[in-house]
C-alpha cells in the first residue's frame, strides 16, 4: 500500500502543501491517541465555556483545538488559523502561503458516547498583500480551497482527502505510525435509496423539503415508486463517510426553530471541505439555491443550509424547490 507523501506527488500536490497537509495529520494522530483512551485520558465531558456560538465546549473539544491551533502556527507554512472553537481568525507567520479553516473535532455529541467523530479541514492559498491578522483573507469561496479532508476517529482512523485530483481514502497504520492509502478515486453512486436527516427538525423545514421526505418515507407506495432507509448519525463527518462509502443523501435544510439561524451547518469548516470531497467523488454538493462551493462567505462562522451526495438524488431533492 502507498504512504501518504508518493500518493500526494502522484498527484503533483506541491512540496509545501505536503509538508503542511503532513503538519495536520500529526495532530491528528495523537487526537485520535485520546479518543481511543475515552473515560481513561479524563478529556470526557463538558468545560465550563461555551464557544463563539454558544456552543457548550467538551474538553477534548477544548484539547483539540489547542493542539491543531499550536502545531500549525508554529509550523511556518500557516499564515492565519480560523477555528469553529475561536472567536475570530488567529495569526500565524506573516509570510506563511497558505490559511487553515478547521473544525477540531466535528459530532461533539458523540464523544462522550464512544461513537463517530472526526476532525474536519479546508485549506487555502493566503493572499498577498492582507495582514496575518486580517479575518478577511477567509473570505474565499469553496472553489478555491487547495485541499480539504476529514480525519474520522472511528473502528479505524481514517483519513479522507482531496487536492483537487479526486478524492482518496487512507487509514493509520499504527504499526508503522503513518497513513496509507487504501483507496483511490472513490465514487459515488448516482442513485441511492438512503437518506440522512434529522427527522426531528421535520415540522420546522420549508414546505418543499417537507414534500421531499414525505415522498422518501412513502417508499414504494408513493411517488418515487421504490423504498428508502434512513441513517443519522449526527456527525456530518460520520454521515458523509457513508455517503462516500457507498452513496445517499444528506441534508441539513433550513428550519425556522430558531428564527435568528435558519440554518445548522458553518459554511468555511464544514459545508466548504466536505462539498469539495464530494464533487471529487462525482457527488453533488448544494444549498436549495445553488453550488455550495460558489458561495461567497460573509464570516468566518457562517452557516449554511447543505444538500449533498449521490448526483441524481440531489437534483431530485432539488426539483421540490422549483
Ligand atoms: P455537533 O453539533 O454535535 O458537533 O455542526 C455540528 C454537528 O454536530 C454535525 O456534525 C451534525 O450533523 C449536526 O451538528 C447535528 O446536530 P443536531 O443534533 O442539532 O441535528
Known amino acids: 500500500m502507498q504512504r501518504l507523501s508518493p500518493a500526494l506527488r502522484q ?14 495529520l500529526a495532530a491528528t494522530k495523537e487526537i485520535s491517541f485520546r479518543v481511543s483512551q475515552g473515560h481513561l485520558g479524563g478529556l470526557l465531558g463538558s468545560t465550563l465555556d461555551e464557544n463563539i456560538q454558544g456552543e457548550v465546549q467538551k474538553k477534548l473539544d477544548v484539547v483539540a483545538n489547542e493542539l491543531f491551533k499550536d502545531i500549525l502556527l508554529e509550523s ?45 479541514f479546508s485549506i487555502h ?13 477567509f473570505k474565499q469561496s469553496g472553489n478555491k480551497q487547495v485541499c480539504a479532508g476529514y480525519v474520522l476517529y472511528g473502528p479505524s482512523t481514517m483519513l479522507v482527502m482531496t487536492t483537487g485530483s479526486g478524492t482518496h481514502f487512507y487509514v493509520l497504520d499504527r504499526t508503522h505510525g503513518g497513513y496509507l492509502l487504501v483507496q ?26 417537507q414534500n421531499y421526505i414525505n415522498d422518501l418515507i412513502a417508499g414504494d407506495t408513493g411517488p418515487r415508486g421504490k ?90 431533492c432539488l426539483s421540490y424547490y422549483k
Open 11 to 24: 498527484d503533483n500536490v506541491p512540496l509545501d502543501l505536503i509538508a503542511l497537509i503532513k503538519t495536520i
Open 76 to 120: 511556518g507554512f500557516v499564515k492565519a488559523i480560523s477555528s469553529e472553537e475561536e472567536d475570530t481568525s488567529v495569526a500565524g507567520e506573516e509570510y506563511g502561503k497558505y490559511i487553515v479553516s478547521f473544525d477540531p473535532l466535528d459530532g461533539s455529541s458523540n464523544i462522550d458516547i464512544n461513537s463517530l467523530i472526526g476532525t474536519i
Open 125 to 137: 492559498k493566503a493572499p498577498e498583500g492582507m495582514d496575518a491578522s486580517d479575518p478577511d483573507m
Open 184 to 209: 483511490r478515486n472513490v465514487q459515488i453512486p448516482a442513485d441511492t435509496q438512503e437518506f440522512a436527516i434529522n427527522m426531528s427538525n421535520q415540522r420546522f423545514w420549508q414546505r418543499p423539503m
Open 227 to 316: 423504498n428508502f432507509n434512513m441513517r443519522w448519525i449526527a456527525a456530518m463527518v460520520g454521515d458523509i463517510h457513508r455517503v462516500l462509502c457507498r452513496g445517499g443523501i444528506f441534508t441539513y435544510p433550513a428550519d425556522s426553530k430558531k428564527a435568528e439561524q435558519p440554518y445548522k451547518l458553518r459554511l468555511m469548516y464544514e459545508a466548504n471541505p466536505m462539498s469539495f470531497l464530494i464533487e471529487q467523488a462525482g457527488g453533488t454538493a448544494v444549498t436549495s439555491e445553488g453550488r455550495i462551493m460558489d458561495i461567497e462567505p460573509t464570516s468566518i462562522h457562517q452557516r449554511v443550509e447543505v444538500i449533498m451526495g449521490s448526483k441524481n438524488e440531489v437534483e431530485k
